[in-house]
């Protein structure tokens, strides 16, 4: 994996650091490139059951793209490896956190949009700062069913930052942390998914996301089917036995 993504999993939660504060902690190529096969292992390792995604340093999370290197490269429109196969790479039924340690631009919010939740430190900010640099935001079409059709065009049409306050109020945020206690809290976040029910969590992601594209009774039928697997597996069993054994549950995941 490139020197500009670290990975690693400890007890259970992964940790990806996008490790190039000198530059912001923007994505050139190569730490694309790190970054998602980083999450591809996430999602291929059954060993790990949440993951976390930072940055180094305190001043940003993800500048988004590395625009010297689209400058030096003459960029046009973005090859697919910088849209379509990187939300592919985020595409897991594991939960995901996003630990915003510092400004969140472009890419940077874009990552922020795409994980499922999001602890943030105080001092973070956050920009469609696409703009300001003639280029485009077409990851951000999602926005307005996030924090409402209002507040995605001011961020689409000012790239003016909104402060990690404000986006906890829209809904966007789960926490807002001082900068010292970001980690300690989205690793706290962590370990309460992955000491649940595997099977139950999954599910619980999926039927979130799925139910967006659905009607109401459509949805609820769906969640119906979604759900028939995890009360027959050997965990829906589990969860009751360990009850009212007054003990942990030792989950196997089927």
Same mark, same amino acid.
């Given at each position: 994996?490139?020197?500009?993504?670290?990975y690693?999993?400890r007890?259970?939660?992964?940790?990806?650091?996008?490790?190039?504060?000198?530059?912001?902690?923007?994505l050139?190529?190569?730490?694309?490139?790190?970054?998602?096969d980083a999450?591809?292992? /996430?999602?291929?390792?059954?060993s790990?059951?949440?993951?976390?995604?930072?940055?180094?340093?305190e001043k940003?999370f993800?500048?988004?793209?590395?625009?010297?290197?689209?400058?030096?490269?003459?960029?046009?429109?973005?090859?697919?490896?910088?849209?379509?196969? /990187?939300?592919?790479t985020?595409?897991?039924?594991?939960?995901?956190i996003?630990? %915003?340690?510092?400004?969140? /631009?472009?890419?940077? /919010?874009?990552?922020? $949009?795409? %994980?499922?939740?999001?602890?943030?430190?105080d001092?973070?900010?956050?920009?469609?700062?696409?703009p300001?640099v003639?280029?485009?935001?077409p990851?951000?079409?999602?926005?307005?069913?996030?924090v409402?059709?209002?507040?995605?065009?001011e961020?689409?049409?000012?790239?003016?930052?909104?402060?990690? $306050?404000?986006?906890?109020?829209?809904?966007f945020?789960?926490?807002?942390?001082?900068?010292?206690?970001?980690?300690?809290?989205?690793?706290?976040?962590?370990?309460?998914?992955?000491?649940?029910?595997?099977?139950?969590?999954r599910?619980?992601?999926?039927?979130?996301?799925?139910?967006?594209?659905?009607?109401?009774?459509?949805?609820?039928?769906?969640?119906?089917?979604?759900?028939?697997?995890?009360?027959?597996?050997e965990?829906? $069993?589990?969860?009751?036995?360990a009850?009212r054994e007054?003990?942990?549950?030792v989950w $196997?995941?089927?």
């Amino acid at each position: 994996m490139a020197d500009e993504i670290i990975y690693d999993v400890r007890e259970s939660i992964a940790w990806l650091t996008i490790n190039r504060p000198e530059a912001r902690n923007a994505l050139n190529k190569a730490a694309r490139d790190g970054f998602a096969d980083a999450c591809r292992a /996430f999602a291929s390792d059954d060993s790990a059951t949440v993951l976390i995604i930072t940055g180094a340093g305190e001043k940003a999370f993800c500048a988004g793209a590395d625009l010297k290197e689209m400058a030096e490269t003459a960029m046009r429109v973005p090859p697919k490896d910088l849209f379509i196969e /990187f939300n592919r790479t985020l595409m897991t039924d594991k939960p995901i956190i996003a630990a %915003v340690n510092g400004h969140a /631009f472009a890419g940077g /919010f874009r990552i922020a $949009q795409m %994980v499922d939740l999001v602890v943030s430190a105080d001092h973070a900010t956050y920009a469609i700062s696409e703009p300001k640099v003639g280029r485009g935001a077409p990851w951000a079409a999602p926005l307005g069913r996030l924090v409402g059709p209002r507040i995605a065009l001011e961020l689409l049409t000012t790239a003016a930052p909104l402060s990690a $306050q404000r986006m906890y109020e829209l809904g966007f945020i789960n926490r807002v942390v001082p900068h010292d206690q970001l980690l300690t809290a989205a690793e706290e976040m962590a370990r309460s998914i992955a000491d649940n029910a595997p099977l139950s969590v999954r599910a619980g992601k999926r039927m979130v996301y799925d139910s967006a594209s659905l009607g109401w009774l459509e949805g609820l039928d769906h969640a119906d089917e979604l759900w028939k697997h995890v009360y027959l597996s050997e965990d829906g $069993q589990e969860g009751p036995r360990a009850f009212r054994e007054k003990r942990k549950p030792v989950w $196997q995941g089927r």
